[in-house]
């Protein structure tokens, strides 16, 4: 009982772990697409947020570079609690700049850092969830309650405060539960013994290229929703944003029905159902129906790519 109980712990202390990561990144990037919106003007967010995806997808590939480089733990362990406190330091000088050379640079470095810090979390899931019967359903719930406490601090606090409080604390448990958690040598070397049950060429390619088509099609359509925000056409951050919670939430308890089984059949169900939430988008009145579809498809797009 006692085994069961350490493991039912652990879990949920990674679902924690991995869900405030995933709340402290989407509210960096809220943040930053609000103060270009005031500092560069509305016609700039889309620009940024583009950049700032490349800078995020920089950022997990410097994880795995940095574990290259990087071969002892302890000097993985103060690489990890540097690149915390400067993603902190520039987050914080996100909220006090006024000069937008400043800000750029700032918000380049924060979602850098983030996404090293993503990466950093995304493996030491992947190892502590392997052949979890719960991987999808504590995941699923955790990044959906991660958009859920978004959506409230959009919407229902001050939201300089709460995001610098947010991520000071965010950060910090992250860091200090991987930091101490004793698994940074699992799989140092995938499978090294067999060579049983390797992915062919072929497959990989193909693999990558649905991942890539995925989050470019996913990406494109956040950029519009990113520029209707700003534009404040409309706002992407009230009720509507509770259906990304939601395709989330579905998503992590699909997954976990027969080894994820139906997952990619349900993806690719919601991705061709989110091509017609252009044609919503439109028109005013469809807004809301639009962008629920596009959430919902996010959602399912999100897990999938974990």
């Known amino acids: 009982m006692d085994n069961k109980g ?16 995933f709340f402290a990144f989407m509210l960096t990037e809220a943040f930053i697409n609000e103060r270009c919106a005031v500092l560069l003007g509305a016609r700039i967010v889309h620009l940024v947020y583009t950049a700032g995806l490349v800078c995020t997808g920089l950022g997990f590939l410097s994880f795995p570079a ?51 810090i993503g990466g950093c979390v995304y493996y030491h899931s992947a190892m502590f969830f392997m052949h979890s019967r719960y991987l999808g359903r504590i995941l699923g ?9 978004q959506f409230f601090v959009q919407n229902f ?28 040598w699992i799989l140092g ?16 390619v193909v693999l990558i290229l649905a991942v890539i088509l995925m989050s470019l099609v996913a990406g494109m359509i956040d950029s519009v929703l990113t520029a209707f925000n700003a534009e404040k056409t409309y706002d992407v951050y009230s009720d509507v944003r509770l259906f990304y919670a939601l395709g989330l939430i579905l998503a992590g308890f699909i997954a976990d029905i027969k080894e994820r089984i139906y997952l990619p059949l349900v993806t690719i169900c919601a991705m061709l159902l989110s091509s017609i939430c252009m044609f919503f988008l439109s028109e005013e009145v469809s ?17 999938f790519l974990l």
């Open 189 to 204: 070397n995938p499978l090294p013994y067999s060579s049983d049950g390797r992915t062919s060429h072929k497959t990989a």
């Open 141 to 149: 719930i955790g990044m959906g309650t991660a958009t859920i406490l």
């Open 157 to 184: 606090t001050s939201h300089a405060v709460v995001f610098i409080i947010s991520i000071f604390f965010s950060v910090a448990f992250v860091l200090y539960y991987i930091i101490r958690a004793p698994k940074d």
């Open 287 to 303: 807004y809301f129906a639009g962008t629920a579809l596009t959430y919902l498809y996010s959602g399912f797009t999100s897990f």
């Open 6 to 21: 350490n493991i039912k712990a652990g879990e949920f202390l990674y679902g924690v772990c991995f869900s405030l990561c």
């Open 66 to 116: 940095l574990r290259s480089l990087c071969k002892k733990e302890n000097t993985r362990k103060i690489a990890l609690c540097l690149i915390g406190s400067f993603c902190l330091t520039a987050s914080l000088l996100l909220l006090m700049t006024q000069k937008p050379i400043v800000f750029l640079l700032c918000a380049a470095a924060a979602l850098l850092l983030f996404g090293h």
